[in-house]
């Protein structure tokens, strides 16, 4: 079977098969406007063409069928990224993406974990959806570190804390807090406890502050280009389901929600990630004093 589309946005079907064919090993064959365009021809002058930037000379070894002509007036009536996206196959449009100052090349490198920096949690908690862990340092010029996820399905608390709890080569006692998300406070009415109260009870030190979606969206983008237009956030390339929500968590299709899609896929490591910036900055917050 053949699937041929452009992978207009980095979710939704095309994104998934290709994420599937990546994994099975199946075959994956790209190309864009220069597999398709005519070949141009020598009276054409290279430095006053629209496209130059973008060809380079690759038209003049083309031999398609597509109008250069053509390709001129798609781009003018374009927006640069769409251009990118539908006929320069550069990247998928990121014009629903919530995180679209994630970039690969900046924000993915193998940071380890290092027993000098103070090492933090920060949890989601879910069943059928996903129960995520991240593990997170701060190093000495306040980048975060984001070092490791466990992201899990289907498994009871007790589980959870014995994974979390003995993973190598983390030591529990340098954790200096786990942050959590409230929800996880409210008591089950079948089981008469909740997540956070059982995690306590094994001697997870819990921590969380109650705070809007978009509150904790602002501090993680603040996090991979502040004002400045430097990052602070750095994600090992071990963290894949991370990652890939960073790259593909968005906003709904349709309608013009502030709020972005809770697909029970990509918002569960971002939410986890939320709960780390929410809590770690509010840690140091000014207090209000008489005198």
């Given amino acids: 079977m053949e699937t041929l589309s452009t992978m207009h946005q980095p979710f939704g079907i095309m994104h998934e098969l290709v994420g599937k064919a990546q994994d099975s090993g199946t075959k994956i064959f790209k ?5 398709v365009i005519e070949n141009c021809p020598p009276e ?12 380079q000379g690759k038209a003049r070894k083309a031999n398609g069928y597509l109008k250069i002509d053509d390709c001129i007036a798609q781009m003018k009536r374009s927006s640069r990224a769409a251009f990118e996206s539908e006929m320069l196959c550069v990247r998928p449009s990121l014009e629903n993406v919530v995180f679209a100052e994630f970039e690969p090349q900046i924000h993915i490198a193998p940071v380890e974990y290092n027993q000098n920096l103070p090492l933090y949690r920060a949890i989601d908690f879910g069943f059928v959806n996903p129960f995520v862990c991240l593990w997170i340092q ?30 190598k080569p983390y030591i ?31 001697g997870v030190k819990l921590r969380f502050k ?23 956030l750095i994600i ?8 890939e929500a960073m790259q593909s968590y968005h906003y709904p299709q349709a309608g013009c929600e502030e709020l972005p899609l809770k697909d029970g896929i990509y918002d569960h490591p971002i939410d986890a990630l939320r709960y780390f910036f929410v809590n770690y900055n509010s840690a140091g917050a000014a207090k209000s004093r008489k005198y």
């Fill in 31 to 35: 190309w864009c406007v220069w597999e």
């Fill in 44 to 55: 054409r002058n290279c430095s006053r063409c629209p496209l130059n930037s973008d060809c």
């Fill in 210 to 232: 109650r705070s809007s979606i978009l509150e904790g969206i602002e501090l993680i983008r603040r996090a991979l280009r502040n004002g400045e237009g430097s990052s602070n």
């Fill in 138 to 167: 701060i190093d000495a010029q306040g980048r975060v570190r984001v070092i490791d996820e466990y992201i899990k399905s289907r498994m009871t608390i007790d589980s959870h804390a014995d994974e979390i709890k003995n993973r």
């Fill in 172 to 202: 529990e006692d340098n954790v200096i807090a786990t942050f959590c998300d409230p929800a996880g406070a409210g008591v089950n009415d079948v089981t008469g406890t909740s997540p956070v109260f059982q995690l306590r009870q094994v």
């Fill in 236 to 243: 090992n390339p071990r963290c894949g389901r991370l990652i």
